[in-house]
Each structure stands twice: as C-alpha cells, then as structure tokens.
C-alpha cells in the first residue's frame, strides 16, 4: 500500500550536534540506589552503536524507493539525527568500558554480526518493520519516561543524554512509519517483525543487565541485595502496568498511527532548550 497524503513529519525535525561528557571514572550504578535500572541503561546504550547504524543502511536503500519529497526530507533528518545519537551514547559506552566488565565485547560482537547480516541477507521490507518496531517502542517508552515523576537520583550527564535522545525520538516518531508504509505497507507483517525486533532488542538488554549484575555482586549489595532489587521491581511494577503498558499495546492496534501523538508544549520547550544548547543546528 502506497500512501501519498496526508504523510510527513507535522514536528520540525532538527538535527542537533550536542557534545556529552562522561567522567573516566564514572560509577557504573548511574541511577542511585538502583543498579538493576543502571543496568538497564547502559544495556540500552550498548545496543544504539549497532542498532543506529542499521537504521541508516535501511533508509538509504528505502530512499530509491521513496516517490514524496516530504519523505525524503524526513527520512534524511531522522538519518542525521539517528547518527548523533549513537555517537554520543559511544562517548557514554567508552567510559563504562573503563570500568572492567569484559564480557560485554562478546555481547556486542554478537549483536553486530546480527545487524550486519540482517542487511545482507533479510528483504527491506523485514529491515524496515524492524526500524518501525523499534520506533514504536522507543516513542512509548519516550513518553512513559517524560510523564514519569522523578524521585530518582540519575548522574545529570546521563539523564541529559536520555533526555535529548528521547526527545528526539518523538521529534521523528513517524518517519520509520511512514516509510514503511509508503515503500511497502502491510499491518500484520509490520506488526510480526515488529515484535521480532522488540524481542531482539530486548534479549540483548536483559543479557547485558544479567551480566552485569553478576559482574558486580558488590554493588548489588550496597543497595540491599537480592531483597532490595525484589523490592525495587515491586515499586516499578503499578507504574509500568499503568502507564507505560497500555502506550505499547496501543502501537499494536491495526488504527495506531503516530501521527495522533501529540507534540506537547513541554516538549516543545525541551526542543528549545536542546537547540540552543547544541553546538549547531539544522
Ligand atoms: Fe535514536
Ligand atoms: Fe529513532
């Protein structure tokens, strides 16, 4: 299916050129008190310098396909955009290599090997409904984490790194989409590789956080051990089955387009601030 209205990004999508720092000896336990959600992060992080690249290869093969100028203009924006954000996470990912945990090189070898040959061997059609999969994950958990109330300690540079990426994740929420849906389109066949891209990403997360949770034993005992993480997750549990839950069901719907999310003034304000703060803009 072929769409020509009504498709294009209705937020402006800036590509900003930020610069982050990380401490050479940055605490790995960047979420105070929570190094299950540190965890977590880092394996987020991990992910990107694979994950983004893979993006890009996609949509520059979509692009010869792509018959709007609208689209290409977005897809060349949400491609610059997505090249910023994996450069900075590798600034964040060099410093938690400087603190030990060598099996995350093979974790990542795995991962890499994944994304290449998933664009040697596997249809665009597949590599896009993974994009699209991806996108509509990141933009719900974008908007979990930005309605969230933040009684959590974070190191600022992280929280920042964060912030700008998800952000930016909203600013190009449709283009994975309406990419997808202009190059080759189908509900169920986006909706299964989808689910096959979510599972990817996640296993990959779940096994760096595993990792490094048992790496360090010490830091899991500094912030109560094994009761103290049960009682993390418990806490965590309302608030995801609440808000961040029905977000994610809602992108499984055959009516689900991101174009009905808004772009709410607050966000807005962020992408002001993100802009001025950026060394250049576009
Ligand atoms: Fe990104
Ligand atoms: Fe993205």
Redo the contacts with the bound molecule.
């Keep these: 299916m072929t769409r020509t209205q009504d498709v294009g990004s209705s937020q402006p999508i800036v590509v900003r050129q930020m610069d982050f720092d990380f401490p050479d000896d940055i605490d790995p336990v960047v979420v105070a008190g929570n190094p299950e959600e540190s965890y977590l992060l880092i394996g987020l992080s991990l992910l990107?310098p694979h994950l983004?690249p893979y993006?890009i290869r996609t949509m520059k093969e979509a692009k010869k396909l792509v018959r709007n100028e609208k689209l290409i203009d977005d897809l060349e924006r949400f491609s610059a955009?997505?090249g910023?954000?994996?450069r900075q996470h590798m600034r964040f990912n060099d410093a938690i290599r400087l603190q030990g945990f060598p099996e995350l090189a093979s974790l990542e070898k795995s991962l890499s090997e994944d994304y290449k040959r998933f664009s040697k061997t596997r249809s665009l059609r597949f590599n896009l409904a993974y994009a699209e999969g991806f996108e509509a994950l990141?933009t719900a958990s974008a908007r979990f984490s930005f309605e969230r109330p933040t009684d959590q300690e974070t190191l600022p540079a992280v929280s920042e790194l964060f912030s700008w990426?998800m952000l930016?994740?909203l600013e190009?929420r449709t283009v994975a989409f309406d990419i997808y849906d202009h190059v080759c389109g189908g509900y169920f066949y986006r909706i299964v590789a989808g689910l096959y891209a979510q599972w990817h990403m996640s296993r990959f997360i779940g096994r760096v956080r595993k990792y490094m949770i048992e790496a360090d034993p010490a830091a899991i005992e500094r912030c109560g051990g094994k009761e103290g993480m049960r009682a993390r997750r418990r806490a965590a549990s309302p608030e995801l089955r609440k808000k961040f839950l029905p977000k994610l069901l809602k992108t499984y719907l055959p009516s689900y387009t991101p174009h009905d999310i808004p772009f709410e003034a607050e966000l807005q304000e962020m992408a002001t601030r993100y802009s001025a703060a950026a060394h250049s803009t576009r």
């Design positions: 990107l983004e993006l955009q997505e910023q954000h994996y990141t990426h930016e994740e190009h």
